[in-house]
Nanobody, 114 residues
Framework: QGQLVESGGSLVQAGGSLRLSCVAS????????MAWYRQAPGKQRERVAS???????TYADFAEGRFTISRDSAKNTIYLQMNSLKPEDTGVYYC????????WGQGTQVTVSA
């Protein structure tokens, strides 16, 4: 069964940048549309961005122009480069397939201070 391990989250000031990583095992990301999700305190989990096997990215409106999703099939890893971070970007970030096919990992905490 597929497993996902996210990392790279941290405490950062508003306007700062972070790069998140998600290492997948038990399946090959090249066969899947992969996505990043996030969950803020008291809110539902929402999709941030996705990337197809052909590397075509899509973004939520709040991520457009600030976040960049990418993938490295050789490393079976996807990334999320986040720039111009805002306090409202605070939350736990997760990766999964676009269809949420695998158990959620532990996520990685991103905290943006004002």
């Amino acid at each position: 069964q597929g497993q996902l391990v996210e990392s790279g989250g941290s405490l950062v000031q508003a306007g700062g940048s972070l790069r998140l990583s998600c290492v997948a095992s038990g399946f090959y990301i090249r066969t899947e549309i992969m996505a990043w999700y996030r969950q803020a305190p008291g809110k539902q989990r929402e999709r941030v961005a996705s990337i197809s096997s052909g590397r075509y990215p899509t973004y939520a409106d709040f991520a457009e122009g600030r976040f960049t999703i990418s993938r490295d099939s050789a490393k079976n890893t996807i990334y999320l480069q986040m720039n111009s971070l805002k306090p409202e970007d605070t939350g736990v970030y997760y990766c999964n397939t676009a269809g949420r096919a695998f158990p959620w990992g532990q996520g990685t905490q991103v905290t943006v201070s004002a």
